[in-house]
């Protein structure tokens, strides 16, 4: 490999790297529209594992809207990412694929684990993330994002899923 392949395939890692990180920031905020531009037009998002939807980004990013009322104190943290660059038109590193763990502290706005006022998460939940990425001129966008929930911990009873 050359010392320019590689200074590019640095460039591409930490702008996928921002762009994850600007997923999690844009669902903890609650910036819709964000989330909405971080997709390719086609882009979809499937949250069916954690008890969520699978749809268009824009169909996602309303049901988030409304979902995410539940919890107005959320903080993602997505880590252990793992990136594999793929070829679209023989053309290599136009597509990108991560793997990525996340834990996911919220508290329920009602206080429902918890008669305090704390600030404290009542809910929380870890899994993994599958990102499906596609270099365009505005730089690389989502096309997929897959939600595998592997675990919850709250005070819903584990039969009463799905959450959302």
Not at 145 to 153: D, I, S
Request: aromatic letters at 10%.
């Amino acid at each position: 490999m050359t010392q320019r392949v590689e200074l590019a395939t640095v460039i591409d890692r930490l702008a996928i790297d921002a762009l994850i990180t600007e997923y999690a920031v844009t669902v903890d905020d609650g910036d819709w529209n964000a989330y909405r531009q971080l997709f390719v037009p086609e882009g979809r998002a499937d949250y069916r594992s954690a008890g969520g939807i699978e749809g268009g980004a824009a169909e996602v990013a309303a049901w988030l809207a409304e979902t995410m009322r539940m919890f107005p104190m959320r903080q993602h943290l997505v880590v252990n990412r793992r990136l594999e660059f793929g070829a679209l038109e023989g053309d290599v590193g136009d597509t990108a694929h991560v793997q990525a763990d996340y834990v996911n502290p919220m508290r329920f706005a009602d206080g429902a684990g918890d008669s305090d006022v704390s600030t404290e998460p009542d809910f929380v939940c870890g899994g993994r993330y599958a990102f499906s990425l596609l270099r365009t001129p505005d730089g690389w966008r989502l096309r997929a994002v897959a939600v595998r929930e592997k675990w919850r911990r709250g005070p819903h009873h584990p039969e009463k899923r799905p959450l959302f």
